[in-house]
Each structure stands twice: as C-alpha cells, then as structure tokens.
C-alpha cells in the first residue's frame, strides 16, 4: 500500500508562484511515474504533468512553460512548481502514483494511489 500526501496549496493572485509537494510512503516498486491531476469546481480532472523513473516528463499543453514536475527520488517526493499562475489554475490538486510506469502519462487510469488534494486559489 502507499500513501500519498500533499502539501504547498494556498492562494495567490494572478502572475503569483506556489510549490506543491507530494511525499509517497510504503512499498513503491522500482520502476513508477508520478503525476499532478487537477479538477476545477464543475469541470473533469485533468492530467496536468507526470515525471517516470527516468525523469521524463510530460505537461499539458496550459502548463508548458510555467509549470515544471521535478522529483527527489531519495525522499520520494514529487513537486509542481507552478509559475505565472492564471485563474484558470484555480483548482484542487492531486498528486498520483503509478508501479510498473516507464512512460510518464497524464492518463489518470494508469495511476492507482491518489493524495488528498490541495486547494489551488488564483485571483485576478
């Protein structure tokens, strides 16, 4: 079983910064990716950004160039720092795990260990 917890949510205004983080703990197969998700009020969640074993990464396309996925294996962590924040990324955020992941996917079918969330709050 592995739990994921996140942390680093918050509210800013529009161009702000915030960093998220997401610490696994319990049994993680070698070879696993780790994704962001996020579903705004009234809307369908959405793969925001994954990183793999290898580091690879993949973003949506509203994200490129303002958000980067990176991760410190030895503390078996994820972050999202997310830049140049829109209102449009008003939403509660998700980080996931999935085992057996070579490819970093935004597919939340491929995932099986989701957090809690945390609330992302963007004002302009």
């Known amino acids: 079983q592995v739990q994921l917890v996140e942390s680093g949510g918050g509210s800013v205004e529009a161009g702000g910064s915030l960093t998220l983080s997401c610490v696994a703990s319990g049994y993680i197969e070698r070879n696993y990716c780790m994704g962001w998700f996020r579903q705004a009020s009234g809307k369908e969640r959405e793969g925001v950004a994954a990183i793999s074993t290898g580091s690879s990464t993949i973003y949506t396309d509203s994200v490129k160039g303002r958000f980067t996925i990176s991760k410190d294996s030895a503390k078996n962590t994820v972050y999202l720092q997310m830049n140049s924040l829109k209102p449009e990324d008003t939403a509660m955020y998700y980080c996931?795990?999935?085992?057996?992941?070579?490819?970093?996917?935004?597919?939340?079918?491929?995932?099986?260990?989701w957090g809690q969330g945390t609330q992302v709050t963007v004002s302009s």
């Open positions: 996931a795990l999935g085992s057996f992941c070579w490819t970093p996917t935004r597919d939340a079918n491929d995932y099986s260990y």
